[in-house]
């Protein structure tokens, strides 16, 4: 067992002087699971938030993504880790089972790794890794998690476990797709089609040759970071108690290598030209990076095709360092596949090379790189080219232009290069690490009563190696804030750093003493966005029109509200009608369940560490 590991154990054989942490943990996390406190479906799926008025990632409260899942699986490790109890860390990962990795994937077995997904007009490379995981698993199915639910069905699709539109009437979690353009212009969609609600063409968007199909779509950061929970319970955990969850772990690590490879498994690599930059027969489509996506689908017919993609995207935002790591060095959670650990040994490497090459002058990181510029493999401009990062090209936009400037990002992927240099004590993660600790610790003030202001929105100048990082706008952030202080701890308690160490107390105390709620940690937000309510609908094909399963109209006239008029039935709704009277913006308070569970496990990793 590592060195490091061994440290973070040493508080179960030494006199406890202290507790506090680890009982901060425990309140925290019995306000979480308390149902009482909302942050659970009746069927135990966690919700994006307790609260049900909040548009953001989601565009509903009690919809969910695959972050909250992931975020389950790392508190009930952390919390097996401080009590011994690891049956909620394998029940979590059987909820991930059972509502987030489909199981409808019809014509699975009818995939073709010599012609993964056809796009017009652009030459498609073949799939490298297909053979090898049937081969270790015996499957054609993709593990991996679908990145939306619907958890209560309100939209009505029915899209539940193995299923294609059974209506509102349908129990359980439905699979759902957030629908083109920005959040506020976009509609859900169903992730299995079979023109039961929507238009003539159910919600397909194309002119002609409409079929009945279902797709799918990763987060894989999320993905990730269940490894990473993994990995950690592996190290916490007696093996046999857990080894049955480290299996799925290592099965879900070999199938998010999918994440590696190009969107069309174009040459990774000064790729130009839709038909000019070929698409490959091997790996070298891959980038060996945690990019923006997977995706993957097929249509519903008998003797039907299905289809794989990967991303062209990646940012600094999604890398994860441990994850890697773990699944190199981990028998427990090793995958099976013939190149897996092969190629996750590249991608430690070379996410490493881009955190060195992303980061900013003052220690931020910046943006991220794509392989397909313009997102049409575009020729790119000369200053772009010369700063290339292995052919891909700087993008200070990649994925979503609006997640890109929150500080978040930058807090979470902190975070896991500090866990590896916990880990390993690799000293080009130290460099790393340190340079981003130094920068945000002079960003970070306390107040007279010790309550913290941090970074809320940054910008980027520049292109490497000369980026330059700017903070825009200073705030509070539940999450931001655990995960920095959960950052600072691993890089104090590797390195040493008083200041460092300081820092993340006063960010934990904080957030006890300013921010405690019956439910949790939480702020009071205004929502001054929500005058969108009334904003127009982006409806990807000129005179389209449907219906969704309530009766609501999707048609040119239709608003992010008119689709969705059970928000009228909202408890809160009423202050939201007062806004866009003309009144107040309206502020309440959020718990956010990922917020609530980084909390949690920046308290319980604090105490691991420190034996306070």
Known sequence: MNVSILTLFSFFILNVKAEVYRDRFLEQYNKITNPESSYFSKDGVPYHTAETLVVESTDYGHETDSE???????????????????EPFNDAWDMIERYMIPRLQTNSERYD????????GITVGQDPIFQELLDAYNTTEVYIMHWLSDVDNIYGFGNIQGECELGPEANGPSFVNLGQGSLWEGFNTPTCDNFTYGGVNGFQFSVGNARRSYNYGAGPDADARAIQAAFWASQWANTSTVSETLDKAAKMGDFLRYTFFDQHFKRAGNCIGELECPGTTDKNSSHYLISWGISWGGSLEDKGYSWRSGNSVCYYGYQNLVAAYGLINEPSIR????????????????QLELYEYL????????????????????????????ASFYGMWFDYQPGYADANPWFGFQAWTADRVAQYYYLTKNERARKIIKKWTDWIISEITFDENGDFTIPSNIKWDGLPPDTKVTVTAYGQSIGSASATARTLSYYAAASGDTTAKKVAKNLLDALWNHHRTARGISLEESFSSYTNFNHKLYIPLANWSGVYPNGDVIDNNATFLSVRSWFK?????????????????????????????????????????FNE
Not at 335 to 350: G, M, N, Q
């Open 113 to 120: 790794p010599k012609n993964p997904g056809t796009a017009s």
């Open 359 to 386: 980061q900013t002058s003052e220690g931020a990181f910046a943006a991220g790189v794509t392989n397909s510029w313009n997102k049409s493999y575009a020729n790119p401009p000369q200053e772009y080219k010369d």
């Open 335 to 350: 995958p099976k596949a013939a190149t897996a650990v092969e190629d996750w040994t590249v991608s430690l490497e070379r």
């Open 569 to 609: 039935d909202d408890p809160d709704w009423s202050m939201v009608q007062d806004y866009l009277d003309g009144g107040a913006v309206p502020r309440f308070e959020v718990h956010r369940f990922w917020e609530q569970s980084d909390v949690a496990v920046a308290l319980g990793v604090y105490y691991m560490l």
């Open 68 to 86: 909250a899942f992931s975020y389950n699986v790392y508190l009930k490790a952390v919390y097996g880790a401080i009590t011994g109890d690891f």
